[in-house]
């Protein structure tokens, strides 16, 4: 390993979460703000959707890949192995940030790396159970969201949590603002009539009494039913993909 004088570096280290109680269960990233050092690429720099996942990248990669660098206008993310220092000025863009990781998801923390297919994702598991309400914002309170299984992939990974853990979980979808008109609370978009076919139970949605409006994996109407939003159940918060440390 290269040594460098320990003055050309500043760690910060990024929380993302605001509350420094939730620094025990919050994953970190650790930003260098001194320009005067360079990444020893691993590969090509390659265009990958948000920050989060050019991290979820660098993780899967331990052992190998102790650094990354992500440049938010190109989405440009390249993984690395050390930092090094560089003569004069720094290479990277006023847009790019450069961070050492190691601790993105880590286990230890109670985050787990889930992976299926093309689905990666950083997941923390509640051991409590709250409202919908509640429940989604708990998730915010730690700079994530209620779990969007929006894709087949992410969906076949909450579905082997569900059977594994044998508890129904809230998911982040819902009704409420416009009845029967489903949104995902990550992003407020629409809930693809197709694909809502494919992943409620038989009969479901259907608003029984006129007063469910909170989607909720569920063992009896498995593997989607829509319940009333006030009750308890436990929930999966996700890293987002916006979420940034810039
Ligand atoms: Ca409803
Ligand atoms: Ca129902």
């Known amino acids: 390993m290269i040594a460098f004088p320990s003055k050309l570096i500043v760690l910060e280290v990024c929380i993302l979460?605001?509350?420094?109680?939730?620094?025990?269960?919050?994953?970190?990233?650790?930003?260098?703000?001194?320009?005067?050092?360079?990444?020893?690429?691993?590969?090509?720099p390659e265009v990958i959707t948000s920050l989060t996942s050019c991290a979820i990248r660098c993780h899967?990669?331990?052992?190998?890949?102790?650094?990354?660098?992500?440049?938010?206008?190109?989405?440009?993310?390249?993984?690395?192995?050390?930092?090094?220092?560089?003569?004069?000025?720094?290479?990277?863009?006023?847009?790019?940030?450069?961070?050492?990781?190691?601790?993105?998801?880590n286990t230890s923390l109670n985050f787990t790396l889930e992976t299926n297919g093309t689905a990666s994702v950083c997941i923390w598991i509640s051991t409590k159970s709250y409202n919908y309400t509640t429940s989604v914002n708990s998730c915010l309170a730690r700079r994530m969201h209620l779990y969007t299984p929006?894709?087949?992939?992410?969906?076949?990974?909450?579905?082997?949590?569900?059977?594994?853990?044998?508890?129904?979980?809230?998911?982040?979808?819902?009704?409420?603002?416009?009845?029967?008109?489903?949104?995902?609370?990550?992003?407020?978009?629409?809930?693809?009539?197709?694909?809502?076919?494919?992943?409620?139970?038989?009969?479901?949605?259907?608003?029984?009494?006129?007063?469910?409006?909170?989607v909720a994996y569920n063992l009896k109407y498995f593997p989607l039913?829509?319940?009333t939003c006030s009750s308890a159940l436990p929930y999966i918060c996700e890293k987002g993909t916006t979420e940034s440390t810039f």
């Not at 979460?17 to 691993?42: D, K, T």
């Not at 650094?67 to 720094?90: A, H, M």
């Not at 809230?170 to 693809?192: A, K, Y």
């Not at 009539?193 to 469910?212: L, V």
């Open 60 to 105: 899967m990669l331990a052992g190998s890949c102790f650094s990354f660098k992500y440049n938010l206008v190109t989405s440009l993310c390249s993984l690395g192995s050390w930092i090094v220092p560089s003569n004069g000025t720094s290479s990277l863009q006023p847009s790019e940030g450069l961070f050492t990781t190691g601790a993105f998801c």
């Open 150 to 214: 929006k894709t087949l992939d992410k969906f076949s990974i909450m579905t082997s949590i569900v059977i594994r853990l044998q508890k129904n979980f809230w998911i982040g979808l819902d009704d409420i603002e416009v009845e029967n008109v489903f949104r995902w609370v990550d992003d407020g978009s629409l809930l693809d009539n197709n694909y809502r076919k494919q992943i409620f139970a038989p009969n479901q949605p259907d608003n029984h009494n006129g007063s469910e409006d909170c």
């Open 17 to 44: 979460g605001s509350l420094s109680l939730l620094l025990a269960q919050e994953a970190m990233l650790f930003r260098v703000s001194e320009v005067n050092v360079a990444m020893v690429a691993l590969e090509v």
């Open 225 to 227: 039913n829509d319940g």
